[in-house]
């Protein structure tokens, strides 16, 4: 199933290669066109100055001037086409990636990394080889923090159920899903800053003086230079005043050169953002959606009609920036006094429709961290929609769960806890598979809670809130010891079950920085506290002593194993979960193999 999976993702990947070579043959064609125009308007200037004849030019100024702006425009489209394909190219080639390395082009979430988190450093969520690492699809900072946000906190049942039918939906919209985010993948570079410079741009004021009149002038500017040279053309002394009004329009133009450059400076770059900007809104607002998650989205960007207002704001951008071509721009300023007619046309739009657009691009990072979720349906269609349960007891239960990030030789287990309290004591032998276990049964919870499709057979979930206690590490920094760090962990985890809502704990191996009896003695005592404060959750560990609690509470304890088989001298390992309590340690058998004999006094 994997390997179709990966071969139709090859295929793709070839046809968008295709089509990007096609586009760029086209534009190098279209390049060479303009190059000719540019040769025809030098041409045209010699002829005028060689037969003394201003009409020349002028006629030839306005026919090249169309052509050459419908050449630009023609390459700038081949151009565009051709980038979304070789994008398009890179998003196949990124799945097969990640389906044969867990190698993503996209951000691993580093940055999100907290060891203070309830449980995302102890569940590999962010960083290399994290749950965020494989999933991600966010190019948007905006996207990658939407993400974070739905995995480092369960959403209530309503928001996952709502979540899983969207999921369902982009999943069945899989070439679209890739379009995306092909638009949207040139904002993938590591520049958290974009969009918030983007918005700070759309805030600031230019502050133009003479700004009203100033716009009543540039509209009324070409009028009066054609006026003058059309006169020129019947009464020759008329010839000083057509050239004296386009003096004075570039003067003007100049007077206000500052100002020009300030805009220019901001807009430049963003102009041709918004363009992309612009086919991502219409994208998503072009497709039909059944999945209210996804409707209800859409509806506020047709609302606003946010596609149109930033197609508008990126095409004056454009605009402003013909002026880059230094004969177009001297030729747009002196009829049209172009550079101040655009400014004040940009401006006008800033003042107008500023407002919403950081809700519109909300949108968009809400539907890439669906797209994100969706990879779970979409690359791995063995995994399942998980149930959610509405009990008052605490449901987790699961059929063949097994952990995402492990590709090879994965073992899957079963789990059931159905609308119940209890704490279950997991025994075993160092290897074995206990803090495997966990991490399985807490990554794939947190999955299904943020609204994604789980490596199992079957899951049912209550909504949850996950607390761990497993890496525990000192810290130089923080004049931390390992036992001091166990103690401020083991504090969080009873004040999140007594105040966050529902908890349920994961606790690899209690105390491990103090004496065996301490450690005993301290393990039974918190857990003891814990099913005073009904506290839910499993606790993984080495000392069979811990295993006697379901003796003293035996409607709450629950107690399994992983074991060990030994045959000729060699340890074998099932990472299979089974009920009651392990019998059988390998640390003398460890220890033997690098040469040290264990011997009992």
């Not at 133009?208 to 009149?213: D, F, S, T, Y």
């Not at 430049?268 to 209210?292: C, N, R």
Request: glycine letters at 4%; hydrophobic letters at 45%; one cysteine or more.
């Amino acid at each position: 199933m994997e390997q179709d999976i990966i071969n139709n993702y090859t295929q793709a990947a070839a046809l968008a290669k295709q089509q990007a070579d096609k586009y760029k043959t086209q534009a190098n064609t279209y390049s060479l066109l303009r190059l000719a125009i540019f040769g025809l308007m030098i041409f045209s200037v010699y002829l005028t100055i060689a037969n003394d004849d201003f009409t020349i030019m002028a006629v030839a100024i306005v026919i090249l001037l169309a052509a050459f702006a419908w050449l630009v425009a023609r390459q700038s489209e081949y151009e565009r086409r051709r980038d979304y394909y070789l994008d398009l190219e890179s998003i196949n080639l990124n799945e097969i990636n990640s389906l044969q390395g867990n190698i993503n082009l996209y951000n691993n979430g580093q940055r999100y990394y907290n060891e203070k988190h309830f449980y995302s450093s102890d569940l590999d969520i962010f960083g290399d080889a994290s749950l965020y690492n494989l999933i991600n699809r966010s190019s948007t900072a905006t996207g990658n923090d939407k993400l974070a946000s739905w995995l480092n906190a369960p959403a209530d049942k309503p928001t996952i159920l709502a979540r899983q039918q969207a999921v369902k939906e982009i999943a069945a919209k899989h070439n679209w899903k890739k379009e995306l985010q092909a638009l949207l993948l040139f904002s993938n570079d590591g520049d958290i800053s974009r969009l918030n410079k983007l918005f700070s741009y759309l805030r600031l004021p230019l502050n133009l003086p003479g700004e009203k009149g100033l716009g009543k002038y540039a509209l009324l500017a070409p009028y009066i230079l054609v006026a003058a040279i059309v006169a020129a053309y019947f009464y020759a002394p008329a010839k000083i005043l057509a050239i004296a009004i386009g003096l004075a329009n570039l003067g003007i133009v100049a007077s206000k050169a500052s100002y020009i450059k300030k805009a220019d400076m901001i807009a430049d770059k963003i102009g041709t953002m918004l363009g992309k900007y612009a086919g991502v809104f219409s994208k998503i607002q072009s497709e039909e959606w059944t999945a209210a998650y996804s409707n209800n989205l859409v509806q506020k960007l047709k609302n606003d009609k946010t596609s149109q207002k930033i197609q508008e704001l990126s095409e004056l951008i454009n605009k402003l920036n013909y002026h880059l071509n230094i004969i177009v721009g001297v030729i747009l300023n002196l009829f049209f006094l172009w550079d101040i007619r655009q400014i004040i046309a940009i401006e006008n739009w800033k003042r107008n429709n500023h407002e919403n657009l950081e809700t519109a691009f909300d949108v968009i990072a809400e539907f890439e961290a669906l797209i994100s979720i969706a990879v779970t349906a979409i690359n791995y269609p063995d995994w399942v929609c998980p149930a959610i349960a509405d009990t008052e007891g605490y449901t987790l239960t699961a059929k063949n769960i097994a952990h995402p990030l492990i590709r090879e030789n994965r073992v899957d287990n079963d789990y059931e806890l159905s609308d119940a309290y209890s704490i279950d004591i997991i025994t075993g032998s160092n290897m074995a598979g206990k803090s495997t276990f966990l991490r399985t049964v807490g990554i794939n919870t947190v999955m299904a809670l943020a609204g994604a499709n789980v490596c199992a057979r079957a899951m049912e979930v209550s909504v949850i809130t996950i607390v761990s206690y497993m890496r525990i590490k000192d810290s130089l920094n923080e004049s931390t010891s390992t036992f001091k760090a166990e103690l401020d962990r083991l504090q969080m985890l009873m004040g999140a079950v007594e105040h966050e809502h529902r908890v349920f704990f994961l606790i690899d191996e209690m105390l491990r920085g103090t004496n065996s009896m301490d450690k005993y003695l301290g393990s039974k005592a918190v857990i003891e506290q814990l099913i005073r404060k009904k506290g839910v959750g499993m606790v993984a560990t080495h000392d069979l002593q811990i295993a006697r609690l379901e003796d003293k509470y035996p409607n709450y304890v629950r107690n399994y194993y992983f074991d060990i088989k030994v045959q000729n001298g060699e340890m074998l390992f099932d990472y299979k979960l089974k009920h009651g309590e392990c019998k059988t340690f390998n640390a003398s058998l460890l220890l033997k193999q690098i040469g040290i004999d264990v011997v009992g006094e």
